[in-house]
């Protein structure tokens, strides 16, 4: 069974300040999601990585796919209380024809002004 | 237009009542999706329709019943539900549900509360 392991659960920092969330597994995923969910909300969307040990940017968040595609991570530089919300990141499992995302279990992030 | 839209907003619903959650998207996506999810954790797959037909069912209870009448539309078709069946229904759709196509679009969701 894949399973992603997402760290940390609970997050409460200060506006200004920097964090990571990483996502790690034991298994090959063909591609990796990051999304962000607000209160009340769907997810959306942030960014998919594919390419072992690729880099993507969003403005203030930096996503990173592991070399050996098994692990990810997202940088925020200069959290905003906008940030607030919960991070989910979902690998897809080249293997399975289904579409079936496997989610880590997600960061509640929390920025206060 | 990445925009998955759904009707209901908001639902309470008896344990008695017959309801149907609604779920539409215009972007040519075949593959779609529903989710079940509890406050701050990760959605729980529930079905997935590929190409309109029913192509996963994750366990469901028999009380949550899913159609597509067409490659747009999804419904949830809901009967007898238990007031622990309350959550955050959340669709989805993605392009295909073939590998390299991934990346699914959520709705924002219908809170359903069973009394």
């Known amino acids: 069974t894949q399973l992603l392991e997402q760290s940390p659960q609970f997050l409460s920092i200060q506006e200004g300040e920097n964090l990571t969330v990483y996502c790690n597994s034991s298994s090959v995923f063909s591609s990796l999601q990051w999304y962000r969910q607000e209160p009340g909300e769907g997810p959306v969307l942030l960014v998919t990585?594919?390419?072992?040990?690729e880099v993507k940017k969003l403005k203030r968040l930096t996503f990173q796919f592991g070399d050996a595609r098994k692990d990810s991570s997202l940088h925020i530089t200069a959290a905003q209380p906008g940030d607030t919300g919960l991070y989910l990141c979902a690998g897809a499992s080249g293997s399975s024809n289904t579409g079936k995302l496997i989610f880590g279990q997600g960061t509640t992030l929390q920025v206060k002004p | 237009d990445t925009e998955v839209t759904q009707t209901p907003k908001h639902l309470v619903m008896g344990m008695t009542n017959k309801k149907s959650l609604k779920c539409e998207q215009h972007?040519?996506?075949?593959?779609m999706y529903w989710y079940k999810q509890k406050a701050k954790k990760p959605p729980e797959l529930m079905f997935v329709?590929?190409?309109?037909?029913?192509?996963i069912n994750e366990s469901v209870p028999s009380r949550f019943s899913p159609e597509c009448p067409n490659s747009s539309l999804l419904n949830l078709h809901l009967h007898a539900l238990q007031p622990e069946d309350s959550a955050l229904y959340l669709c989805a759709s993605s392009i295909t549900g073939l590998a390299g196509n991934y990346e699914q679009y959520f709705g924002p969701g219908t809170r359903l509360t069973v009394t």
């Open positions: 972007m040519g996506h075949r593959a």
């Open positions: 329709y590929s190409y309109e037909k029913l192509s």
């Open positions: 990585v594919v390419t072992g040990g």
